[in-house]
T-cell receptor, first 112, second 112 residues
Framework: KQEVTQIPAALSVPEGENLVLNCSFT??????LQWFRQDPGKGLTSLLL?????REQTSGRLNASLDKSSGRSTLYIAASQPGDSATYLC???????????FGRGTSLIVHP | NAGVMQNPRHLVRRRGQEARLRCSPV?????VYWYRQLPEEGLKFMVY????????ESGMPKERFSAEFPKEGPSILRIQQVVRGDSAAYFC??????????FGPGTRLTVL
């Protein structure tokens, strides 16, 4: 059974810092990995999707990498802003299943 | 293109009543997923459906809960005889196979 862990659970940083959020998974036979952000009381917004054949994806200040062999993905946020404050979740789909497994998320606060 | 639509956004029910949650997927998406999110907890998979078929309902309680995705119209998550423990945010997501999921804004169910 796939297990997904996100570290740290919470993070508070001053504006302008570069950040790394971590996601680890136990079964490396994945189809893809997706990063989301969730604002309080809202739904999930897709940030980046990495297919199993890819090593990284970039969108603006966000960069996500994937290392299947070690069962890890990182989400890099450059020059953080207060508007980046949210919970970030990773979801792993694979192991012969269409059902993604979600981590518990990293709660990020970027203060001015 | 409209994203995933969910309604109602907020639903209040008394114990013993029925709750019906609706989800309209992104146009052209044939896969729908339902998730439940409790305060301070992660996102829990409930059921995965394709048009007119339930593919995986392993995360859905055996009693009182049912889901459908008819050929025409939205997907419905139905909770009969609601109890206070059913209070949660219920999210729907849609996707093509092996592609990224798009989430709706959620329905927040409160059981009095």
């Amino acid at each position: 059974k796939q297990e997904v862990t996100q570290i740290p659970a919470a993070l508070s940083v001053p504006e302008g810092e570069n950040l790394v959020l971590n996601c680890s998974f136990t079964d490396s036979a994945i189809y893809n990995l997706q990063w989301f952000r969730q604002d309080p009381g809202k739904g999930l917004t897709s940030l980046l999707l990495i297919q199993s054949s890819q090593r990284e994806q970039t969108s603006g200040r966000l960069n996500a990498s994937l290392d299947k062999s070690s069962g890890r993905s990182t989400l890099y946020i450059a020059a953080s802003q207060p508007g980046d404050s949210a919970t970030y979740l990773c979801a792993v789909k694979g192991g012969g299943s269409y059902i993604p497994t979600f981590g518990r998320g990293t709660s990020l606060i970027v203060h001015p | 293109n409209a994203g995933v639509m969910q309604n109602p956004r907020h639903l209040v029910r008394r114990r013993g009543q029925e709750a019906r949650l609706r989800c309209s997927p992104v146009k052209g998406h044939s896969h729908v997923y339902w998730y439940r999110q409790l305060p301070e907890e992660g996102l829990k998979f409930m059921v995965y459906l394709q048009k007119e078929n339930i593919i995986d309902e392993s995360g859905m309680p055996k009693e009182r809960f049912s889901a459908e995705f008819p050929k025409e119209g939205p997907s419905i998550l139905r909770i009969q005889q609601v109890v206070r423990g059913d209070s949660a945010a219920y999210f729907c997501a849609s996707s093509p196979p092996y592609h990224e999921q798009f989430f709706g804004p959620g329905t927040r169910l409160t059981v009095l």
